[in-house]
Every structure is written in structure tokens, then in C-alpha cells.
């Protein structure tokens, strides 16, 4: 019989060395990010303006979640607000994980997919798209484009294309406007843009993450970084290294590739 006292209440995770402390994440933990791959292209639908996209510095890192690589580890950088950042002094010794000055665009991905959880097909999902310099740029002009129009960046569908090049943006190197879309026929909550509070900092998380890194580059690094670093490019840098619950390493020679 369970008793009262062995019952966890439900404002608490859990109790103790079993509580499971994986999912403190950030954002990108409910929103996606938008990429494609060579060749592909996808219907969009920017939710976020032309002059009110975020901007940071960002590092990304490669964790193995559960023996496999996840790419979807993103921290701002805390230089601004500590002034000093514990993944820019990893990615000085070790030469990957640099950071990288992004504007974070909230769109619908027309798209649809299909949702384990709700065993449904959707027809879209809000993401974020990552966009550095070059892709900044592109966007911008496209901003601006609608303005003539007067029309806005916010409810503008484009089709976004990425050329066949592995090294090109991951985001798409084309964005070609198909129409306006009325946002009113969404759900409010679809059509909102990423809360900038989101993005805030988490120091903690951080040095955790780079004792992880550092722990594995003692133990494993061979000089093999996965990803590409590079401004040109909107693919990944990271580092490889063990699990970071179990401390085991990743099976077989997955590890480096
Ligand atoms: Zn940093």
C-alpha cells in the first residue's frame, strides 16, 4: 500500500538522488529549430518582424542523450552579463564551440508532420530560424521589400529553398515571397513570437555543460571535432563526448566519425 508520506506531491519533480534532472533546458526544448536539407525546401511563414528579432551571441554544443548525438544544446553566451563566459574560454583552449552572433526569426513551418505524442498528422509547427550574417542579410532585404509594399516581414509566407551545397546555410540560401497570410485564422498561441526571456542566460547549466566538455576532452578527445566550424556555414560546431548522466561513453566508435 502506498502511504501518504511516500506519495510525492505534484508541485515537486521528485525527491532526492532519483529525480531526474535532464530537461532543464531552454527554449529550443519546445520549439524547434528550422533547418533543411540540401536540395529541400519548405513553405514558411515569419511570425517575427523585421525590427524586432532577437539577436545574441550563442554557442551550441553536441550532448549524447541517450547514446545518440543531440545538436540541440543552446547557450547565450555570457560575456555580456558576467563578463566572462565559461564556453568561450572552453571553445579558446579547445577550438570549437565558438559562439556566434545569430538573430532568432520565429516562424511557422508549413510543413506538416507527423506528432508521436498526438498520433496526428499536424499541419505546421512554430519554430525558430537561426539566421547569422549572411542569411541576416538575405532577410533583411526581404523586410525591406514588404515595407515598399506596406506589409510587414510578420505574416509574409515565403518559400525557403536550400541549394545542394552541404556547406550552404542550413536554414535555406533562397527565400522567394509567395503571399500574405492572415494570422487570424491560427490559434493566438501559434502565432506567437519567442519570448526573449527565453533566452536569458542560465550560468549554472552552463558550467555543468563544460565540466561534462572538459571531463570528456581528458578522457576521449582525440582532435576530432564533428561539424563544420566556419562563418560561411550554418551547420555545427561541437565537441564529442560521453553521456552526461551516466558517464559512459558513447557505444562502439560513435564517438568519432
Ligand atoms: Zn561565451
Redesign the pocket.
Known amino acids: 500500500m502506498t502511504t501518504e508520506a511516500s506519495k510525492v506531491p505534484s508541485y515537486l519533480v521528485g525527491m532526492g538522488c532519483a529525480v531526474d534532472m535532464e530537461g532543464e533546458k531552454r527554449y529550443n526544448s519546445g520549439m524547434f529549430r528550422f533547418w533543411l536539407k540540401p536540395g529541400e525546401k519548405a513553405n514558411i511563414v515569419f511570425l517575427s518582424d523585421g525590427n524586432d528579432v532577437p539577436c545574441i551571441?550563442e554557442?551550441q554544443v553536441m550532448l549524447y542523450k541517450k547514446g545518440k548525438k543531440d545538436y540541440n544544446n543552446y547557450f547565450t553566451?555570457?560575456?555580456s552579463t558576467f563578463g566572462s563566459?565559461p564556453?568561450?574560454d572552453y571553445s579558446t583552449e579547445f577550438e570549437t564551440c565558438w559562439?556566434q552572433k545569430v538573430q532568432l526569426f520565429t516562424i511557422l513551418n508549413l510543413n506538416g508532420y507527423f506528432s508521436k505524442k498526438l498520433n496526428k498528422q499536424m499541419p505546421y509547427s512554430r519554430q525558430i530560424l537561426t539566421a547569422k550574417k549572411a542569411t541576416s542579410e538575405i532577410l533583411m532585404r526581404k523586410y525591406a521589400a514588404r515595407l515598399d509594399q506596406n506589409q510587414r516581414l510578420r505574416g509574409a509566407q515565403f518559400a525557403a529553398f536550400r541549394g545542394s551545397d552541404s556547406k550552404s546555410p542550413n536554414v535555406g540560401t533562397e527565400f522567394e515571397f509567395i503571399k500574405m497570410v492572415d494570422l487570424g485564422q491560427f490559434p493566438p498561441d501559434d502565432v506567437k513570437v519567442l519570448d526573449v526571456n527565453a533566452l536569458a542566460p542560465n550560468r549554472d547549466l552552463m558550467i555543468r555543460t563544460c565540466q561534462i566538455l572538459r571531463g570528456a576532452a581528458n578522457n576521449t578527445y582525440s582532435g576530432a571535432m564533428a561539424g563544420h566550424a566556419g562563418e560561411s556555414t550554418d551547420d555545427v560546431v561541437s565537441v564529442e563526448y560521453g553521456d552526461e548522466h551516466d558517464g559512459q561513453l558513447p557505444q562502439g566508435n560513435s564517438a568519432v566519425e
Open positions: 551571441w554557442h553566451c555570457l560575456q563566459c564556453l568561450c559562439r
